[in-house]
């Protein structure tokens, strides 16, 4: 490795770039995205990345001939809410002004891909962001381009309320393999118990790729591959993870989600992590969604729905919260997962295993135009911040991202988390050195981004079960409003 690649992986500088409102274009073919590209360009120039204009802004990040791959959050194709798709996934306008820039640094090849949630229309969610027609007419004109592509193997429906799945659609040669072992950040919380979950997942399946001595992810070979990721998070408050930025974002590198640990079965009092204390009814309503999900037939599948709804409905009389998916800041799976993927985006190497140093850059763009809050990441409520900002590594950025949403970063487990002494670290620095520059100011984060968020900022809706995990200064002293809670019923994750 390069030292200027160890530089750029380990800068603690996060650039922030104020549009002149928080509007994102409404046609490109009229210039409409002029204030994106500006913006861009803006915090290239801020962070170092552009010294050659001839080869746009990432001309220091992407050197002629690479393989790049542009990562936005396409996490699913409607808003479970009435609010739209402006505060659900990076909008368009962003995807491709990325491109755009990417291509002008000459590399050998530019691809955009995700992997969103397993009932996702990945089609029509390109369609409605009017990304298929744009993606159609760059490959005809532009043989780098490589067009939008869906990374999962796993592609679902559900018909009244059951999980109906089309499984392995890609070939697993078009994956990667990687088993971290006992330095997997979730070694520690893992025993014989099989208590990993995913929702609406076989947790059988679960139990292969995670358990004591062996943590497994399959992240696609295009990933790994590459030689530059242009990483393009959407902001939004997340009801498991607290915040979902640069380091939430890697869930989309792998494949098929029963990779992927979100919380443990049970209270914290029975030893789980899929919600606070405990409860007859939970416990029982966990068992007979594990029967759900376990079940051969849909007809199976829909006589043990059936079972739990009168105890959904218990929970609502009792006044009691129907989530049973690790939302809240309790949660002590999901940041491991994340942190997981993250050290294999940097260190991982086409043949499954880690290397000492990184093996490629990775820069972060995030998506704060309008930033989502309340029952995120599903259910986003529009947050106008009219911001986008960037960094060389995703905990430096993640930092910025909890300040930004008024949280106090400290108590958010994945942004907390991501500075700690393990091997293949993700920081060679501590929280304490992350700064910013830009628009809003240049010093150290946790000086400046309390005082302009308490100055500008609009109330912030948490999920519920991360209020406490509010910075209170931050919010002028008042505790923002409760998110309403989300019904399992959701059925996406």
């Known amino acids: ?25 409404e046609d490109a073919a009229v210039g409409g995205e002029a204030q994106i590209g500006a913006a861009l360009h803006r915090l290239a120039r801020q962070l170092g990345w552009s010294p050659d204009d001839q080869r746009g802004a990432f001309a220091g990040v992407i050197p002629p001939g690479a393989r790049v791959l542009v990562k936005p959050n396409f996490v699913l194709h409607q808003n479970l809410g009435s609010w739209g798709m402006l505060p659900l996934v990076t909008h368009q306008s962003l995807v491709r002004a990325a491109v755009a820039e990417a291509l002008r640094a000459e590399p050998a090849e530019v691809l955009v891909g995700d992997a969103p949630l397993q009932g996702c229309d990945f089609a029509g969610l390109t369609k409605r962001m009017n990304l298929d027609r744009w993606a159609d007419e760059l490959l005809k004109r532009e ?21 109906v799945a089309r499984e392995n659609t890609q070939s697993a040669d078009r994956f990667v393999l990687f088993d971290l ?14 208590a990993f979950r995913v929702t609406c997942y076989d947790p059988r399946l679960l139990a292969q790729t995670h358990a004591p001595g062996r943590h497994q992810y399959l992240v696609a070979r295009e990933v790994i591959e590459a030689d530059v990721i242009i990483n393009l998070p959407k902001l939004k408050t997340h009801k498991k993870a607290g915040i979902t930025c640069a380091l939430k974002n890697l869930i989309g590198i792998n494949g098929n989600k029963e990779y992927l640990p979100h919380h443990r079965i049970g209270g914290s009092r029975t030893g789980g992590d899929c919600y606070s204390g405990g409860s007859r009814i939970k416990s029982t309503l966990e068992y007979f969604l594990d029967q ?9 599948g829909k006589l043990w729905r059936g079972a739990s709804m009168p105890l959904f409905r218990a929970l609502t009389w009792l006044g009691e919260s129907q989530d049973l998916e690790g939302s809240w800041s309790g949660n002590d799976t999901i940041w491991r997962t994340c942190l997981d993927l993250n050290r294999i985006l940097l260190y991982g190497r086409p043949d499954g295993t880690l290397a000492s140093e990184p093996q490629r850059r990775v820069i972060h763009l ?5 930033a989502g809050h309340g029952d995120g990441p599903l259910r986003p409520q529009p947050l106008p911040m009219g911001l986008i900002f960037a960094g060389a590594n ?24 991501a500075f700690g002494d393990f091997r293949w670290p993700l920081t060679s620095f501590t929280r304490t050195d992350v700064r910013i520059t830009g628009d809003y100011g240049a010093g150290v984060a946790d000086d400046l981004l309390p005082v302009r968020a308490n100055a500008t900022a609009s109330p912030v ?15 002028g002293g008042k505790l923002p409003a409760e998110a309403p809670p989300s019904a399992l019923s959701e059925n996406f994750y």
Not at 1 to 25: H, N, R, S, W
């Open 461 to 475: 809706i948490y999920p519920a079960g991360w209020r406490d995990a509010v910075d209170k200064q931050n919010a």
């Open 292 to 300: 759900q999900n376990t079940a051969t037939s849909y007809t199976v």
């Open 181 to 194: 072992g006992g330095e997997s950040m979730l070694e520690p919380i893992t025993d014989e118990r099989e």
């Open 143 to 163: 043989p780098r381009f490589k067009g939008v592509r869906d990374f999962r193997r796993t592609i679902s429906s559900f018909v009244d309320g059951v999980r």
């Open 394 to 417: 995703a905990a430096a950025v993640d930092w910025v991202g909890a300040h930004l949403l008024g949280y106090d970063p400290a108590r958010i487990p994945i942004a907390r988390e």
């Open 366 to 370: 995030v998506d704060a135009v309008v």
């Open 1 to 25: 490795m390069t030292k200027a690649l160890a530089e750029l992986c380990f800068d603690p500088q996060v650039g922030i770039a104020e549009l002149p409102a928080p509007v994102y274009p």
